[in-house]
T-cell receptor, first 113, second 113 residues
Framework: TQLLEQSPQFLSIQEGENLTVYCNSS?????LQWYRQEPGEGPVLLVT?????EVKKLKRLTFQFGDARKDSSLHITAAQTGDTGLYLC?????????????FGKGTLLTVNP | EPEVTQTPSHQVTQMGQEVILRCVPI?????FYWYRQILGQKVEFLVS????????KSEIFDDQFSVERPDGSNFTLKIRSTKLEDSAMYFC???????????FGDGTRLSIL
């Protein structure tokens, strides 16, 4: 069974601070997605990383996929109150018709004004 | 931007009753999924569907569950005889092909009384 562990589970910071959250597994994933989920809504895709060592930037968010494709990190620079939410990582298996996602429990980020 | 839509947003049903959750995936997508999220827990895979048949299902997806794509646009999840433990958010997702990411709807909150 593939498992994804996310840390920390909860994070509360002040606006303007930097932060990093982590997503780790003992399994190799062909790709890894980061989603953000607001209360009462579905996960919204932020980024997909597929290549070991890949780094992607989305404005103030930087995503990195580990060289062995077992772990990933999300770094937010100068956090804003609008960044508050639940950040989920989800790993995808091999391609084809299956490609189910395995989710972590998420990191609940609160950015205080 | 095209999105996955789910109806109803909230469904309240008596235990033992049948319930059908509806999804309209993004129009050119070929792969369809149902996930569920019990309150306070992680998002869990239920079933994947491609080319008018189930391609994989989890151990949660027992004989009480079924999926159908009755026409070219809808994708439904039926729970034949609901149990209290079926109470959860149910998310539909779709993707186009290959390693394209999955896009999620906003979910149906199912409450079993």
């Amino acid at each position: 069974t593939q498992l994804l562990e996310q840390s920390p589970q909860f994070l509360s910071i002040q606006e303007g601070e930097n932060l990093t959250v982590y997503c780790n597994s003992s399994s190799v994933f062909s790709s890894l997605q980061w989603y953000r989920q607001e209360p009462g809504e579905g996960p919204v895709l932020l980024v997909t990383v597929v290549t070991g060592g890949e780094v992607k930037k989305l404005k103030r968010l930087t995503f990195q996929f580990g060289d062995a494709r077992k772990d990933s990190s999300l770094h937010i620079t100068a956090a804003q109150t609008g960044d508050t939410g639940l950040y989920l990582c989800a790993g995808g298996g091999s391609g084809g018709s299956n490609y189910k996602l395995t989710f972590g429990k998420g990191t609940l980020l609160t950015v205080n004004p | 931007e095209p999105e996955v839509t789910q109806t109803p947003s909230h469904q309240v049903t008596q235990m033992g009753q049948e319930v059908i959750l509806r999804c309209v995936p993004i129009s050119n997508h070929l792969y369809f999924y149902w996930y569920r999220q019990i309150l306070g827990q992680k998002v869990e895979f239920l079933v994947s569907f491609y080319n008018n048949e189930i391609s994989e299902k989890s151990e949660i997806f027992d004989d009480q569950f079924s999926v159908e794509r009755p026409d070219g646009s809808n994708f439904t999840l039926k729970i034949r005889s609901t149990k209290l433990e079926d109470s959860a958010m149910y998310f539909c997702a779709s993707r186009y092909s290959g390693n394209q990411p999955q896009h999620f709807g906003d979910g149906t909150r199912l409450s079993i009384l």
